[in-house]
C-alpha cells in the first residue's frame, strides 16, 4: 500500500507524544537590603508648585478689588446696597467687573 503525503501526516498527527515533566532548578535568592531613600522633589513635584502658585495668584488677583465708573443707570441693589447714579464710581471685585466691562455697565477709570 503506498502512503501518500496525507496519510503520512494523518499517522504523525495520531501519535503519542511522550514528554517528561520538567522540574524548574531551585532559584536561591541573594539577600537584598532595603536603604530608606529620602524624599527628592521630582519634576513633577515642581510643576504642582508652580501649578499651585499660579492659581494662588488667579485667586489673590480675581479677588483684587478696584474702582469703575457706572456708565448706565441700574436699578435695584448689589449685595443689599442700591446701585450708584450713572457716572459715580463704584468698586468691583476683577471677575465681577470683567462681566460688567463686556455687558458695557461699567467703565474704567481713566
Same mark, same amino acid.
Given at each position: 500500500m503506498a502512503v501518500g503525503k496525507d496519510?503520512?501526516?494523518? #499517522? #504523525?498527527? *495520531?501519535?503519542p507524544v511522550?514528554?517528561?515533566?520538567v522540574e524548574p532548578?531551585?532559584?536561591e535568592a541573594a539577600p537584598v %537590603? $532595603? $536603604?530608606?531613600?529620602?524624599?527628592?522633589?521630582?519634576?513633577?513635584?515642581h510643576a504642582a508648585e508652580?501649578?499651585?502658585a499660579a492659581v494662588d495668584a488667579e485667586r489673590e488677583a480675581a479677588?483684587?478689588?478696584?474702582?469703575?465708573?457706572?456708565?448706565v443707570s441700574i436699578g435695584g441693589t448689589r449685595n443689599g446696597v442700591p446701585w450708584p447714579a @450713572?457716572? %459715580? @464710581? #463704584? *468698586?468691583?471685585?476683577?471677575? *465681577?467687573?470683567?462681566?460688567y466691562l463686556r455687558?458695557?455697565? $461699567?467703565?474704567?477709570l481713566e
Open positions: 496519510s503520512a501526516s494523518a #499517522i #504523525i498527527a *495520531e501519535a511522550a514528554t517528561a515533566p532548578a531551585p532559584v %537590603e $532595603v $536603604v530608606p531613600v529620602e524624599a527628592v522633589p521630582t519634576s513633577a513635584d508652580q501649578s499651585a479677588q483684587a478689588v478696584a474702582s469703575y465708573v457706572v456708565a @450713572l457716572g %459715580e @464710581l #463704584i *468698586e468691583l471685585p476683577a471677575v *465681577e467687573a470683567a462681566d455687558a458695557g455697565y $461699567v467703565k474704567q
